[in-house]
């Protein structure tokens, strides 16, 4: 059974700073690179950035360099560490494996995060 539940998320101002973390179960976290997806309001969910088991990660343009994926493989926990934070970056967020978002059938409840003065 496939398990994912985020939290960490909130209101932030401009330029802040929060840090996601998701709790995946065994069975997928400890064989797949594993990701953090954002959904805006009125857009298609999007993958920002990923991690391999061994630790080699990717981040799309817009976050590099501002946010850093991590893992805890002893934990089966995944976190994101959000900074610089931008009114753009207003979504909720998601962890799950590293593939396209309409491959996957199972999604945890996200966590709101909202960039905002």
């Known amino acids: 059974q496939v398990q994912l539940a985020e939290s960490g998320g909130g209101l932030v101002q401009p330029g802040g700073s929060l840090r996601l973390s998701c709790a995946a179960s065994?069975?997928?976290?400890?064989?797949?690179?594993m990701a953090w997806f954002r959904q805006a309001p009125g857009k298609q969910r999007e993958m920002i950035a990923s991690?391999?088991?061994?630790?080699?990660?990717y981040y799309q343009d817009s976050v590099k360099g501002r946010f850093a994926i991590s893992r805890d493989n002893a934990k089966n926990t995944v976190y994101l560490q959000m900074n610089s934070l931008k009114p753009e970056d207003t979504a909720v967020y998601y962890c799950?494996?590293?593939?396209?978002?309409?491959?996957?059938?199972?999604w945890g409840q996200g966590t709101q995060v909202t960039v905002s003065s």
């Open positions: 799950n494996r590293a593939t396209s978002p309409g491959r996957l059938t199972y």
């Open positions: 065994k069975n997928i976290f400890e064989f797949y690179t």
């Open positions: 991690i391999s088991t061994g630790g080699t990660t």
